[in-house]
């Protein structure tokens, strides 16, 4: 009798167990390659080049670079955003001032924040931006413009913000109103609440945090 094609159970068990390792992995490795792509044309789209600042305004520069990520930008004096970056309206540097930016599902990095030179900007909304980190918020808190403009500021389901993040933004001064949402890096909420009390104690604080 030829033993050569019998296989036994354990055999073809640890068959398929490789077979399940190496689809796995090569899974694994697609969705990284795929993740590294993204990385890379996000910072791109983040890039800042300071001649075209120059050029065109830091409220030009700052709509381009928002738009190329996926946000939306609403200027003073108009209810309309404007979220198409070839229907960007065109005219003196000084007549369109952006008022409120919306980053909603958009890639925006702390490269990029080089662009927010801006005087008049007064809300800003982070929602499911997955590259908001703590040095963003802590960076956009030490802009001296924005901590004579901002009023209000919403951050929702940005996974990668903590405690420090949120914290860093009572140097906001003026800042009305501020919306905290699903944001599983935020630990210790009370901490939180306290600071804001004693730092800014006329905002308004809104949280919906587990």
Request: proline share 3%; with cysteine; charged share 25%.
């Amino acid at each position: 009798m030829d033993f050569t094609n019998i296989v036994s159970p354990s055999s073809s068990c640890e068959v398929k167990s490789g077979c399940y390792s190496v689809f796995t992995l090569v899974n694994t490795v697609k969705k990284l390659v795929t993740i590294v792509k993204a990385t890379c044309l996000c910072s791109l789209a983040n890039r800042v080049d300071h001649e075209r600042i120059r050029d065109v305004g830091p409220d030009r520069a700052a709509s381009e670079w928002l738009l190329r990520c996926g946000a939306v930008v609403r200027y003073h004096g108009q209810e309309r955003w404007q979220k198409d970056y070839n229907h960007l309206p065109t005219g003196p540097l000084d007549k369109y001032k952006i008022q409120a930016i919306d980053a909603t599902d958009s890639c925006i990095m702390s490269i990029g924040f080089d662009h927010m030179g801006l005087q008049h900007v007064e809300k800003i909304r982070l929602c499911k931006c997955h590259y908001i980190e703590d040095d963003c918020l802590e960076r956009l808190s030490q802009l001296g413009n924005l901590q004579k403009s901002m009023l209000e500021m919403e951050i929702i389901s940005c996974g990668n913000v903590t405690d420090k993040g949120i914290i860093a933004l009572h140097h906001l001064r003026n800042l009305k109103y501020l919306f905290l949402s699903d944001l599983p890096g935020i630990k210790e909420k009370e901490k939180i609440v306290q600071a804001f009390k004693t730092s800014l104690p006329s905002l308004e604080l809104k949280l919906d945090l587990k």
